[in-house]
């Protein structure tokens, strides 16, 4: 089996690739309403209050793409959780 870059170096002879047409693609996940706090108690508590969050937020899934040559493409796509 050929190295990863033998075989980019073999794609780069044969499809003859500009800066433009070279990208790298990083998707992320953002959610808009964060989990909540842990609570902390001294032992021996039997009651505990702790508030929790019933928000439904927005998933917000991010891939920004950039050329070889430095363009920028952003990507933004939003769920409903």
């Known amino acids: 089996m050929e190295n990863f870059y033998d075989q980019v170096?073999?794609?780069y002879k044969k499809y003859d690739f500009t800066d433009d047409g070279i990208f790298n693609i990083n998707e992320t996940?953002?959610?808009t309403?964060?989990?909540?706090?842990?609570v902390i108690v001294e032992t021996g508590?039997?009651?505990v209050y702790s508030k929790k969050v019933?928000?439904?937020?927005?998933n917000?899934?991010?891939?920004?793409?950039?050329s070889s040559s430095?363009?920028?493409?952003?990507?933004?796509?939003?769920?409903?959780?």
Do not use: A, W
Not at 70 to 81: D, I
């Open 9 to 11: 170096e073999v794609l």
């Open 29 to 31: 996940n953002d959610p």
């Open 33 to 38: 309403v964060l989990d909540s706090e842990k």
């Open 45 to 47: 508590t039997h009651l």
């Open 54 to 58: 019933s928000e439904r937020g927005i």
């Open 60 to 66: 917000v899934t991010m891939f920004p793409m950039v």
């Open 70 to 81: 430095g363009k920028l493409y952003p990507g933004v796509l939003y769920s409903q959780e």
